[in-house]
């Protein structure tokens, strides 16, 4: 009797428990430049100096800048100009966004779609919580909420990357299904993101919404919580990610009720994820 080949499932954690696994990277530059723009008095020559040093983070971060987002009457020629422009903090945002991003690809070419796909649903999640930060009178936490936004699916990019490296190194020999990795990314993305903030050593309260943004129920006092749900259920409400549009009304959810938005406000934010489009 011939053994039993290991699943999917089995491979995946195999391959995470052997000494050739490749996880995603956090960008130390992202990182720095967020904790520099965070400061009491952040010192803009520095986050200046950060950036210019980096070529690539330079040209995205002029285009972004320059982009109908932002909506500018003048084009933005330097990085400096850009700081002055759109102020510290929404600056390492982008930096943030851009380091990110050089994740989000496969050799595969069906991870690679369901990668950007992933990508967008992040970005929008990310935009949507920094906005329910200034909305909702909490602007202290809009920058915490952007990155928290950003990071809460990185359980499923994780899934994603180990899917292709196990099939290049053939310890998977033929793709599985849409519907088995979509399967195993919405029944373990969670602790596996969880994992990886941790093993990034990334603020607890961004280790937790990885683990527990899907979770229902009011936290009373944890708006960083709250702020990433109800920006995730709104990309998924709008078909941002890896699924078709759910079929919901955001102002009866919990997370709309906690903070008292109206369907009206969060039509509001609908529109300005439209704009958002120049991130992916």
């Known amino acids: 009797m011939q ?107 069906f991870i690679n779609a369901l990668m950007q796909n992933l990508w967008r649903h992040s970005v929008g999640t990310a935009i949507s919580a920094q906005w329910i930060a200034n909305r909702c009178g909490l602007k202290a936490k809009a920058q915490e909420a952007f990155t928290a936004g950003l990071l809460h699916d990185m359980g499923k990019l994780l899934i994603l990357t180990v899917t292709d490296a196990v099939k290049r190194n053939g310890m998977l020999k033929q793709m599985p299904a849409e519907r088995l990795l979509s399967e195993v990314m919405n029944n373990f993305h969670a602790l596996y993101g969880y994992a990886l903030l941790r093993h990034w050593n990334l603020p607890d ?35 941002i990610g890896l699924h078709p549009p759910d079929v919901c009304v955001l102002a009866a959810t919990p997370e709309a009720d906690y903070f008292g938005l109206s369907e009206v406000t969060l039509a509001e934010l609908e529109i300005k994820l439209e704009d958002s489009k120049v991130f992916w």
């Open 205 to 239: 309260a961004y280790c937790r919404i990885a683990r527990d943004h899907h979770k229902s129920g009011p936290e009373k006092g944890n708006d960083l919580m709250m702020m990433v749900r109800l920006a995730d259920k709104t990309t998924n409400c709008l078909g």
């Open 3 to 109: 053994p039993q080949e290991p699943s999917f499932l089995e491979i995946i954690k195999a391959y995470l428990g052997s000494s050739k696994a490749v996880l995603p990277v956090f960008s130390a530059t992202g990182m720095k430049i967020q904790r520099e723009a965070a400061k009491a008095e952040p010192d803009t020559g520095v986050i200046e100096r950060m950036i210019t040093c980096d070529p690539s983070l330079t040209s995205q971060i002029l285009r972004i800048s320059n982009s109908a987002f932002y909506k500018g009457l003048q084009k933005v020629a330097t990085v400096r100009t850009a700081i002055v422009r759109l102020g510290n903090q929404e600056i390492a945002n982008i930096a943030i966004l851009v380091s990110q991003k050089k994740q989000f690809k496969a050799k595969e070419p």
